[in-house]
């Protein structure tokens, strides 16, 4: 290994030569033709023969790092197309109140429809639940047609339920969406009322 005392002492004729320069596993400066494997990761430097730093090689990034600086890499792309389309699609935040106002507007006309389905489905299964005890009071089974029918009903209650259950959480997630949209309109438009 080369001091940089001895390499400032070599003759002219091997000043084309590079050497690196790194910190060893005890944490002393070395000067050498080549770097070891294990050092290269942990960054270096190129020097000339006069000791000149000719380029300095970065310590190359842990794999949590690297991956810290992808996934800021990947929200800042994320973050552009979305600034992107919200100057593309409004010109004011007026716009997106106008726009949020619309889409929660279809949301609650097809709750209200399933509302709807829900009330004539509770009348129907009332209706049949009627039909089943008047079969009863007579003495009479309960015709396989009726319950057949009762459980369809249900199912299909159960069903229509599940989808006004599905219905409020889209309104609750297109109105955090729209607000959202506006928070940012406002950072990157600021004024745009």
């Known amino acids: 290994m ?6 400032a002492a070599l003759p002219a004729s091997a000043s084309g ?20 494997p294990e050092y290269v990761q942990k960054g270096y430097e190129v020097v000339s023969a006069r000791g000149e730093v000719i380029r ?23 973050q552009a197309v979305w600034d992107a389309e919200l100057r593309r699609r409004y010109s004011r935040v007026g716009e997106i109140d106008a726009a949020k106002g ?3 507007a279809q949301v609650e006309g097809s709750i209200a429809i ?5 009330r004539n489905l509770k009348k129907q299964i009332s209706q049949q639940h009627a039909n089943a005890a008047n079969s009863e009071r007579r003495g009479r089974q309960v015709p396989e047609a009726v319950l057949k029918t009762l459980a369809a009903l249900e199912e299909e209650l159960k069903l229509t339920e599940d989808q ?11 109105g955090e969406k729209y607000e959202q949209d506006k928070e940012r309109f406002m950072v990157i438009r600021p004024g745009s009322r």
């Open 2 to 7: 080369l001091s940089a005392a001895c390499i």
């Open 17 to 36: 030569k590079v050497f690196y320069r790194y910190i060893n596993a005890e944490g002393v400066r070395v000067i050498d033709q080549q770097i070891p």
């Open 56 to 78: 300095v090689v970065a310590p190359a990034v842990s794999a949590e790092e690297a991956e810290k600086v992808a996934a800021k890499r990947v929200r800042a792309e994320q």
């Open 102 to 104: 619309r889409k929660l």
């Open 114 to 118: 399933l509302d709807s389905n829900i």
């Open 164 to 174: 006004v259950a599905q219905r409020k959480e889209q309104y609750r997630v297109i």
